[in-house]
C-alpha cells in the first residue's frame, strides 16, 4: 500500500510517501522552488517522492490531504459573519481566493493530481484528515512510544488551535480541543508582528529576542490580553487584536496599550522590544506547562508527543522537559504545517484503513529527518565541475580530518552530505559548521554568512556520547527541539562590570568555553549527534573532538538569511561564492574558497527578500 501525504495552499507546502507504513520520502517544496515557505502545490516536491519510491503517481494507492478544506471555509465565513460589518474590505478581497483554494479544493487537487497522471480517476483515491489529527497523527505514529498524550498547538487548523490526543497502538483519538479565535499561535505571532518581523517566519527571532529582555510585560498581557485558566485553557481578548478580520494581526488597542505603534522592519530594535519579547516567551511558557502538568495529572500517561508551529518554540520544549511531568517528551522535527503532509499520510494508513502499527522498542521511525534527496558522488562531481567550481576529491578518512581542521583553524564550512533534513532545522545533511570555542564565531556567522540580525543564536551539535558533560541534559535531542543550559563546569562567571550589561551589549561577554553557542542566559539549543543515523557527521565531530578536545560544532543552517536551505550541489555551491564561507565540502569534494575564479563570486547579501 502506497500513501502520498500532501500539504499546500497557507504555508509550507510539503509531500511524504509511506510504503506500508513505513516513510520513504519527505520534503517541502520550497527546497525546490527556492522560494521561502512556498505554499503552492508541491508538485516538485511530490515527484522527489515518487522518484525515491521509484514508481509512477499512478501506482499511488491513496492520496491524504492534510486538512479539510470546507470546514476551513465554514470557519473563516462564520468567523466574518459575527464581525460584520467590520472587516468588509478584507472579505471582499480575500473571497476570491477562497472560493478557489477552500470551497473548490478537491477540485483544485484533483486537477494538479491529473496533470501529472491524468488516466487515473483521483476522486476515487483522494481523502482529507482534520488539521489537527494532521498533526497529532505527525508527532505520535513516528514517535518512540506505544501510549503518549499528543499536545498540537498552533495558529489554527479548520476550527482547533490547541488540542490534546491520547495514542494506543495504532490508535489516535483527540479528545480535547480550544478554537479560534483564542489561539496561543496566533498571540504569539501578534507579537511577532508588533516587534517588526514576519509572521510565520519571525517568530524565531522573537523567541532568540526573549534572552536579552525582561518579562516586563507579561502581566499586562495576561491582565489585558490573554485570560489564562490555571489548568492552561485560555482565551484571547478579541479587542486588541485584528487577525479575524483585518489585515494586521494587531489593532490602534493593542498599540495604545504598550505605547507605541508596531516597529518598523528597519527600526532598531530597542531594549523595550527585548522586554516584549521576553514577556509574551515568559507567557507562553507559562500556558504551556500549564497545559501539560494538567494534563499528565488528567490522563496519567507519562510519555509526551508535541506537533504544531507552537512546537518549535525549543525554550517552551525544554522548560517542559526540565519540569518533570512528563518521563519522556519527543518533538515531531517537522512540526509546523509541512509535518501535516507526513501526518496525513500516516492518519490514513493507521486511522481510515485500520492498518497496524509495530511496536517502537524505544526508537522513533523518522530516520534521523534525513527523507529528502541524496546526490551520488559521481553526480556531484559532475554538477560541480559544470558550474565551474574547482574541487578535490579525497578518500573518506582524508575528508573527515581535513574538514576537522579547517573548523579547528576557525573556519566556516559548508557541510552537504547524504539526504536533505526534513523539517526547518538542518541537522548535518544541509549545514553550516563553525567551531564553537571562537568568541567572534557568532557574529561572524551573523553578519557575513547568513546576512541577518547579530542577535540571532546559534546551535550546537554534540556527541551524544558527551552531552552531560557539556550541558545540563543527558537524554536524546537529535531534531534540535530542546534548549538546556550550558553545564556549569563550563561556564565563564561575569564581572561585576558584565554583569551589569543590558540588551545586545550582553553580546560582547563570553560567557562559557563554548561561547559562539551559548546564549546571553546561558542556555543552548541541542542537536545530540548518533552514530546510527549519521555517521559521517558523527565521525566529523569526532574529529574535531580528537583534535581540539571540544565534542561540539556550531551547525546552522545551509542558507542565507531568507533563503531556504540549500537542495542541490548548484545551490551549495552558489551559497560558497555568495557568501564570506570558507570552504564547502560535499559528498567527497572539497572546495576551497580560495581556490575558486573570482569571476564566480556572487553578492548574496541582497539576493533574498528579508526574512
Same mark, same amino acid.
Given at each position: 500500500?502506497?500513501?502520498?501525504?500532501?500539504?499546500?495552499y497557507?504555508?509550507?507546502?510539503?509531500?511524504?510517501?509511506?510504503?506500508?507504513?513505513?516513510?520513504? !520520502?519527505?520534503?517541502?517544496?520550497?527546497?525546490?522552488?527556492r522560494?521561502?515557505?512556498?505554499?503552492r502545490?508541491?508538485?516538485?516536491?511530490?515527484?522527489?517522492?515518487?522518484?525515491?519510491?521509484?514508481?509512477?503517481?499512478?501506482?499511488?494507492?491513496?492520496?491524504?490531504?492534510?486538512d479539510?478544506?470546507?470546514?476551513?471555509?465554514?470557519?473563516?465565513?462564520?468567523?466574518?459573519?459575527?464581525?460584520a460589518?467590520?472587516?468588509?474590505?478584507?472579505?471582499?478581497?480575500?473571497?476570491?481566493?477562497?472560493?478557489?483554494?477552500?470551497?473548490?479544493?478537491?477540485?483544485?487537487?484533483?486537477?494538479?493530481?491529473?496533470?501529472?497522471?491524468?488516466?487515473?480517476?483521483?476522486?476515487?483515491?483522494?481523502?482529507?484528515?482534520?488539521?489537527?489529527?494532521?498533526?497529532?497523527?505527525?508527532?505520535?505514529?513516528?514517535?518512540?512510544?506505544?501510549?503518549?498524550?499528543?499536545?498540537?498547538?498552533?495558529?489554527?487548523?479548520?476550527?482547533?488551535?490547541?488540542?490534546?490526543a491520547?495514542?494506543?497502538?495504532?490508535?489516535?483519538?483527540?479528545?480535547?480541543?480550544?478554537?479560534?479565535?483564542?489561539?496561543?499561535? +496566533?498571540?504569539?505571532?501578534?507579537?511577532?508582528?508588533?516587534?517588526?518581523?514576519?509572521v510565520?517566519?519571525?517568530?524565531?527571532?522573537?523567541?532568540?529576542?526573549? &534572552?536579552?529582555?525582561?518579562?516586563?510585560? !507579561?502581566?499586562?498581557?495576561? @491582565?489585558?490580553?490573554?485570560?489564562?485558566?490555571?489548568?492552561?485553557?485560555?482565551? +484571547?481578548?478579541?479587542?486588541?487584536?485584528?487577525?479575524?478580520?483585518?489585515?494586521?494581526?494587531?489593532?490602534?488597542?493593542?498599540?495604545?496599550?504598550?505605547?507605541?505603534?508596531?516597529?518598523?522592519?528597519?527600526?532598531?530594535?530597542?531594549?523595550?522590544?527585548?522586554?516584549?519579547?521576553?514577556?509574551?516567551?515568559?507567557?507562553?511558557?507559562?500556558?504551556?506547562?500549564?497545559?501539560?502538568?494538567?494534563?499528565?495529572?488528567?490522563?496519567?500517561?507519562?510519555?509526551?508527543?508535541?506537533?504544531?508551529?507552537?512546537?518549535?518554540n525549543?525554550?517552551?520544549?525544554?522548560?517542559?522537559?526540565?519540569?518533570?511531568?512528563?518521563?519522556?517528551?519527543?518533538?515531531? &522535527?517537522?512540526?509546523? @504545517?509541512?509535518?501535516?503532509?507526513?501526518?496525513?499520510?500516516?492518519?490514513?494508513?493507521?486511522?481510515?484503513? @485500520?492498518?497496524?502499527?509495530?511496536?517502537?522498542?524505544?526508537?522513533?521511525r523518522?530516520?534521523?529527518a534525513?527523507?529528502?534527496?541524496?546526490?551520488?558522488?559521481?553526480?556531484?562531481?559532475?554538477?560541480?565541475?559544470?558550474?565551474?567550481?574547482?574541487?578535490?576529491?579525497?578518500?573518506?578518512e582524508?575528508?573527515?580530518?581535513?574538514?576537522?581542521?579547517?573548523?579547528?583553524?576557525?573556519?566556516?564550512?559548508?557541510?552537504?552530505?547524504?539526504?536533505?533534513?526534513?523539517?526547518?532545522?538542518?541537522?548535518?545533511?544541509r549545514?553550516?559548521?563553525?567551531?564553537?570555542?571562537?568568541?567572534?564565531?557568532?557574529?561572524?556567522?551573523?553578519?557575513?554568512?547568513?546576512?541577518?540580525?547579530?542577535?540571532?543564536?546559534?546551535? &550546537?551539535?554534540v556527541?551524544?556520547?558527551?552531552?552531560?558533560?557539556?550541558?545540563?541534559?543527558?537524554?536524546?535531542?537529535?531534531?534540535?527541539?530542546?534548549?538546556? @543550559?550550558?553545564?556549569?563546569?563550563?561556564?565563564?562567571?561575569?564581572?561585576?562590570?558584565?554583569?551589569?550589561?543590558?540588551?545586545i551589549?550582553?553580546?560582547?561577554?563570553?560567557?562559557?568555553?563554548?561561547?559562539?553557542?551559548?546564549?546571553?542566559?546561558?542556555?543552548?539549543?541541542?542537536?545530540?549527534?548518533?552514530?546510527?543515523?549519521?555517521?559521517?557527521?558523527?565521525?566529523?565531530?569526532?574529529?574535531?573532538?580528537?583534535?581540539?578536545?571540544?565534542?561540539?560544532?556550531?551547525?546552522?543552517s545551509?542558507?542565507?538569511?531568507?533563503?531556504?536551505?540549500?537542495?542541490?550541489?548548484?545551490?551549495?555551491?552558489?551559497c560558497?561564492?555568495?557568501?564570506?564561507?570558507?570552504?564547502?565540502?560535499?559528498?567527497?569534494?572539497?572546495?576551497?574558497?580560495?581556490?575558486?575564479?573570482?569571476? !564566480?563570486?556572487?553578492d548574496?547579501?541582497?539576493?533574498?527578500?528579508?526574512?
Amino acid at each position: 500500500m502506497v500513501i502520498l501525504g500532501l500539504s499546500a495552499y497557507y504555508h509550507d507546502s510539503a509531500a511524504a510517501l509511506l510504503r506500508d507504513g513505513e516513510i520513504v !520520502a519527505a520534503a517541502q517544496e520550497e527546497r525546490f522552488s527556492r522560494r521561502k515557505h512556498d505554499a503552492r502545490f508541491p508538485v516538485n516536491a511530490l515527484n522527489y517522492c515518487l522518484a525515491e519510491a521509484g514508481i509512477t503517481l499512478a501506482e499511488v494507492d491513496k492520496v491524504a490531504f492534510y486538512d479539510k478544506p470546507f470546514l476551513k471555509f465554514e470557519r473563516l465565513l462564520e468567523t466574518y459573519l459575527s464581525f460584520a460589518p467590520r472587516g468588509f474590505k478584507s472579505f471582499r478581497m480575500a473571497i476570491p481566493l477562497w472560493l478557489r483554494e477552500k470551497l473548490f479544493q478537491k477540485d483544485l487537487l484533483t486537477k494538479e493530481l491529473k496533470k501529472i497522471a491524468p488516466e487515473v480517476n483521483w476522486l476515487d483515491r483522494l481523502l482529507f484528515s482534520e488539521h489537527h489529527l494532521s498533526h497529532a497523527a505527525s508527532a505520535f505514529f513516528p514517535s518512540p512510544f506505544d501510549e503518549a498524550l499528543v499536545l498540537t498547538m498552533d495558529g489554527v487548523g479548520e476550527w482547533a488551535t490547541t488540542s490534546a490526543a491520547i495514542g494506543r497502538g495504532n490508535s489516535l483519538e483527540i479528545f480535547k480541543e480550544i478554537h479560534f479565535p483564542h489561539s496561543l499561535g +496566533l498571540l504569539y505571532s501578534a507579537f511577532t508582528y508588533y516587534l517588526g518581523f514576519k509572521v510565520n517566519s519571525g517568530e524565531y527571532k522573537v523567541m532568540g529576542l526573549a &534572552p536579552y529582555g525582561e518579562p516586563k510585560y !507579561a502581566q499586562t498581557i495576561l @491582565d489585558h490580553l490573554i485570560d489564562l485558566k490555571p489548568d492552561g485553557s485560555y482565551r +484571547l481578548d478579541q479587542s486588541c487584536f485584528d487577525y479575524c478580520t483585518g489585515l494586521t494581526m494587531t489593532n490602534a488597542r493593542f498599540a495604545a496599550l504598550f505605547g507605541a505603534p508596531p516597529r518598523q522592519p528597519d527600526d532598531p530594535l530597542t531594549q523595550r522590544e527585548m522586554d516584549l519579547a521576553a514577556s509574551v516567551q515568559a507567557v507562553t511558557e507559562e500556558a504551556v506547562l500549564r497545559m501539560t502538568r494538567a494534563l499528565r495529572e488528567e490522563t496519567g500517561i507519562e510519555n509526551l508527543c508535541l506537533a504544531g508551529g507552537v512546537a518549535l518554540n525549543c525554550v517552551a520544549n525544554g522548560k517542559v522537559l526540565r519540569d518533570g511531568a512528563f518521563k519522556h517528551v519527543w518533538v515531531q &522535527p517537522a512540526a509546523g @504545517d509541512a509535518g501535516g503532509a507526513l501526518g496525513a499520510a500516516l492518519a490514513v494508513h493507521h486511522l481510515t484503513l @485500520d492498518q497496524p502499527r509495530a511496536s517502537s522498542n524505544g526508537a522513533d521511525r523518522m530516520c534521523g529527518a534525513y527523507l529528502g534527496p541524496v546526490y551520488a558522488q559521481a553526480d556531484i562531481e559532475a554538477r560541480l565541475a559544470a558550474a565551474g567550481a574547482r574541487f578535490r576529491v579525497l578518500g573518506d578518512e582524508e575528508l573527515i580530518e581535513t574538514a576537522a581542521s579547517l573548523l579547528a583553524s576557525e573556519n566556516v564550512v559548508g557541510w552537504f552530505q547524504g539526504r536533505m533534513e526534513f523539517g526547518p532545522r538542518a541537522l548535518g545533511g544541509r549545514s553550516i559548521l563553525g567551531d564553537p570555542r571562537s568568541p567572534k564565531m557568532q557574529s561572524v556567522l551573523n553578519l557575513k554568512i547568513k546576512y541577518r540580525e547579530s542577535f540571532r543564536p546559534f546551535a &550546537p551539535s554534540v556527541l551524544r556520547e558527551h552531552v552531560a558533560e557539556w550541558f545540563e541534559l543527558d537524554q536524546d535531542s537529535p531534531y534540535m527541539l530542546m534548549v538546556a @543550559d550550558v553545564a556549569k563546569s563550563r561556564r565563564i562567571g561575569a564581572t561585576a562590570e558584565e554583569a551589569g550589561l543590558f540588551g545586545i551589549e550582553k553580546l560582547k561577554v563570553p560567557r562559557s568555553a563554548i561561547p559562539a553557542v551559548t546564549h546571553v542566559d546561558y542556555s543552548a539549543r541541542i542537536q545530540t549527534v548518533h552514530a546510527e543515523t549519521n555517521p559521517r557527521y558523527h565521525a566529523l565531530i569526532s574529529a574535531f573532538h580528537r583534535k581540539t578536545g571540544c565534542p561540539v560544532l556550531i551547525n546552522t543552517s545551509f542558507n542565507v538569511r531568507g533563503e531556504p536551505i540549500v537542495c542541490t550541489p548548484e545551490d551549495a555551491w552558489r551559497c560558497l561564492m555568495g557568501t564570506e564561507m570558507d570552504a564547502l565540502v560535499i559528498g567527497n569534494c572539497i572546495l576551497l574558497k580560495d581556490d575558486q575564479d573570482p569571476a !564566480a563570486r556572487l553578492d548574496y547579501k541582497n539576493a533574498f527578500e528579508k526574512d
